[in-house]
C-alpha cells in the first residue's frame, strides 16, 4: 500500500515538474517574441492570447494535480487509520482470548494441583 502511495506521490510530483517547467518555458518564449517583433503586433497579440491561454491551462491542471495527490495523500492516511483501528480491535481481541485461555489453563493447573493433593492425601492415610 505504501509503494502504491509512494509511486503515485512520486508520479504526481513528476507530472507537477515537468507541467511546471512547460509553462516556464512557454513563458519565456512569450517574452522572447514580444521583445523581437514589434512589427508584428497582430500576431503577437494571438500568440500572446495563446500562450497566455496555455499558461493558464498549465497552471490549473497543475493546481488540479496537486489537489489530486493532496486528496490521494488524504484518501492513503485515512485507510492507514482504519487499517490501524482495525489491527488494535483485532489486537485487542486476541489480547482477550490470551487472557481467558490463561485463566482457564490457571483453574486446569489449580483443580490439577487439588486433586493432587487429595490424591496425595489419600495415599498418606492408606499408608
Do not use: I, P
Amino acid at each position: 500500500m505504501m509503494e502504491t502511495h509512494t509511486s503515485v506521490v512520486g508520479e504526481s510530483q513528476s507530472k507537477v515538474r515537468r507541467l511546471e517547467t512547460d509553462l516556464k518555458t512557454l513563458t519565456e518564449r512569450l517574452h522572447l517574441e514580444q521583445r523581437g517583433k514589434h512589427s508584428e503586433q497582430g500576431s503577437l497579440e494571438k500568440k500572446l492570447n495563446d500562450l497566455t491561454e496555455s499558461e493558464r491551462r498549465l497552471t490549473q491542471e497543475v493546481e488540479e494535480l496537486k489537489q489530486e495527490r493532496d486528496r490521494r495523500v488524504s484518501d492513503f492516511h485515512k485507510q492507514l487509520d482504519k487499517e490501524k483501528g482495525e489491527y488494535r480491535q483485532r489486537m485487542s481481541e486476541y489480547e482477550t482470548k490470551v487472557k481467558e485461555a490463561e485463566k482457564v489453563r490457571s483453574q486446569y493447573m489449580f483443580e490439577y494441583e487439588k486433586e493432587r493433593a487429595r490424591w496425595q492425601l489419600e495415599r498418606d492415610g492408606m499408608a
